[in-house]
């Protein structure tokens, strides 16, 4: 196909100055001798501009890394061509910064664009054809289809250790997503045991003190400390646990030894630290873990912004924490105490519902979790407005969860009709009403 006749790329999303990331400009220091070495994101050639651009990446200040990976993006495409190899792999880049930033559509739309051109210049064998379907997969998970994203994942991994081996980065990277999935859909085991495999792999090809080998532990550590149930059950038997124990404490190791290589600003130390207060919630350490996200929270903010994902990881894990606190447990509120939860899961819902939609599962997720508050503190009214959000946008195909929002939304519209009319409207009206629903 000739160049005239491809796809145009598409267009940078819209800076939202109230709601995107604004980060410091942090002045570079200079770090003692580093038990942490190399970097996450290599340059794509030797152009000042690549090399900042990877600079940028590898500091998580996705925004400006943007604007310097569309400029060469748009030069390239003007002087090479929608087809050169060049012009692609800084597509594929941009791709990776809108996932970063949790852009789904933008990312999307990006990965689409590649893996046509890629496929059509290069064909389906071509590194760069199958790290955009592998990149794409991890976008499908983050779109919470997890099983469309598992079947990608293999497809991509298998293809990729047949052609350019299991030792190649591309593949590592395609086997943290294939973890990721599996975390995502549950199987904390097949998670855990990718991860280490990972590991393992990592440290044999880029030495035990890479960045990478850091963040294939911290990602090990994460699925042991992670649950996809809210089962009270399931929480306390996690807590005793010998591997989460010795995950709770790898965490606190992991974080000091970043922090003493990296300082406590870096993405990485920022990360392995909101880990640990995770891990201490879960232990219920109430009041370490509430202190831990904080200061996770307060180097985020002051290192890469407000709205920054990283930031915003830590405002959901904060809410959380005293939505847990506070006796909710899969619709178990014990006390009213949940008020502590509200500011903090409402900053998370606003961000998240911006960038990764309405009808994205993590905004339905924290639209049900407002809606049981609520619903479990017997405020009837703002809990039915949460479960009519999850309704109206909702795309579940988990028969139970959407069954279970239902289950409330008619209890709410029971309680408000109720309320509303009173007994002087008739026990006979009240109930006809009710059937309705």
């Given at each position: 196909m000739p160049p005239s006749t491809?796809?145009?790329?598409?267009?940078?999303?819209?800076?939202?100055?109230s709601n995107s990331s604004t980060p410091y400009q942090v002045p570079g220091r200079s770090y003692p001798a580093q038990r942490v070495t190399g970097v996450i994101f290599n340059a794509l050639d030797t152009d000042p501009r690549s090399l900042r651009a990877a600079e940028l990446k590898n500091g998580a200040r996705w925004d400006e890394a943007r604007t310097v990976e569309y400029e060469i993006f748009q030069e390239h495409l003007r002087s090479l061509g929608p087809d050169h190899f060049s012009t692609l792999s800084v597509a594929y880049h941009l791709a990776e910064v809108e996932l970063e930033t949790s852009y789904l559509d933008k990312a999307n739309e990006w990965c689409q664009w590649v893996s046509e051109n890629a496929q059509r210049v290069f064909g389906t064998k071509h590194p760069l054809t199958m790290k955009t379907e592998s990149l794409a997969a991890e976008v499908l998970c983050q779109q919470g289809k997890y099983q469309e994203a598992e079947s990608v994942c293999a497809n991509v991994l298998a293809r990729q250790q047949m052609n350019i081996g299991e030792d190649h980065l591309?593949?590592?990277?395609?086997?943290?997503?294939?973890?990721?999935?599996y975390n995502a859909l549950g199987r904390r085991q097949n998670a855990v045991m990718t991860a280490e495999k990972l590991t393992d792999t990592l440290k044999r090809l880029l030495g035990e003190t890479h960045i990478r080998v850091f963040g294939s532990v911290l990602d090990t550590l994460e699925y042991i400390i992670s649950t996809q149930s809210g089962d009270a059950n399931t929480l306390i038997v996690m807590r005793f646990q010998p591997d989460v124990q010795q995950a709770v404490e790898m965490l606190l190791q992991v974080y000091q030894e970043l922090r003493t290589a990296l300082g406590h600003a870096h993405p990485s130390t920022i990360r392995a630290l909101c880990l640990h207060g995770r891990a201490q919630s879960l232990m219920q350490q109430s009041t370490e873990a509430s202190e831990t996200l904080r200061r996770a929270l307060a180097s985020a903010e002051e290192a890469l912004g407000p709205d920054h994902p990283l930031t915003m990881d830590i405002v959901g894990n904060i809410g959380v924490m005293y939505a847990l606190q506070n006796g909710y447990i899969q619709g178990i509120l014990t006390n009213n105490r949940a008020a502590e939860a509200f500011p903090w899961l409402i900053r998370y819902?606003?961000?998240?519902?911006?960038?990764?939609?309405?009808?994205?599962?993590e905004t339905q997720s924290t639209l049900e979790l407002l809606g049981n508050l609520h619903f479990n503190a017997k405020e009837y009214e703002p809990a039915q407005q949460y479960y009519e959000r999850i309704v109206a946008c909702s795309t579940r195909t988990d028969s139970k969860a959407t069954e279970r929002v239902n289950n409330h939304l008619q209890l709410c519209r029971a309680n408000t009709m109720y309320t509303r009319r009173g007994l002087g409207s008739g026990i006979g009206g009240f109930l006809s009403n009710l059937q309705r629903y």
């Amino acid at each position: 196909m000739p160049p005239s006749t491809a796809s145009s790329p598409p267009p940078v999303p819209p800076r939202i100055h109230s709601n995107s990331s604004t980060p410091y400009q942090v002045p570079g220091r200079s770090y003692p001798a580093q038990r942490v070495t190399g970097v996450i994101f290599n340059a794509l050639d030797t152009d000042p501009r690549s090399l900042r651009a990877a600079e940028l990446k590898n500091g998580a200040r996705w925004d400006e890394a943007r604007t310097v990976e569309y400029e060469i993006f748009q030069e390239h495409l003007r002087s090479l061509g929608p087809d050169h190899f060049s012009t692609l792999s800084v597509a594929y880049h941009l791709a990776e910064v809108e996932l970063e930033t949790s852009y789904l559509d933008k990312a999307n739309e990006w990965c689409q664009w590649v893996s046509e051109n890629a496929q059509r210049v290069f064909g389906t064998k071509h590194p760069l054809t199958m790290k955009t379907e592998s990149l794409a997969a991890e976008v499908l998970c983050q779109q919470g289809k997890y099983q469309e994203a598992e079947s990608v994942c293999a497809n991509v991994l298998a293809r990729q250790q047949m052609n350019i081996g299991e030792d190649h980065l591309d593949t590592c990277e395609t086997r943290r997503r294939l973890g990721i999935t599996y975390n995502a859909l549950g199987r904390r085991q097949n998670a855990v045991m990718t991860a280490e495999k990972l590991t393992d792999t990592l440290k044999r090809l880029l030495g035990e003190t890479h960045i990478r080998v850091f963040g294939s532990v911290l990602d090990t550590l994460e699925y042991i400390i992670s649950t996809q149930s809210g089962d009270a059950n399931t929480l306390i038997v996690m807590r005793f646990q010998p591997d989460v124990q010795q995950a709770v404490e790898m965490l606190l190791q992991v974080y000091q030894e970043l922090r003493t290589a990296l300082g406590h600003a870096h993405p990485s130390t920022i990360r392995a630290l909101c880990l640990h207060g995770r891990a201490q919630s879960l232990m219920q350490q109430s009041t370490e873990a509430s202190e831990t996200l904080r200061r996770a929270l307060a180097s985020a903010e002051e290192a890469l912004g407000p709205d920054h994902p990283l930031t915003m990881d830590i405002v959901g894990n904060i809410g959380v924490m005293y939505a847990l606190q506070n006796g909710y447990i899969q619709g178990i509120l014990t006390n009213n105490r949940a008020a502590e939860a509200f500011p903090w899961l409402i900053r998370y819902l606003n961000w998240v519902e911006h960038r990764k939609g309405k009808d994205n599962i993590e905004t339905q997720s924290t639209l049900e979790l407002l809606g049981n508050l609520h619903f479990n503190a017997k405020e009837y009214e703002p809990a039915q407005q949460y479960y009519e959000r999850i309704v109206a946008c909702s795309t579940r195909t988990d028969s139970k969860a959407t069954e279970r929002v239902n289950n409330h939304l008619q209890l709410c519209r029971a309680n408000t009709m109720y309320t509303r009319r009173g007994l002087g409207s008739g026990i006979g009206g009240f109930l006809s009403n009710l059937q309705r629903y």
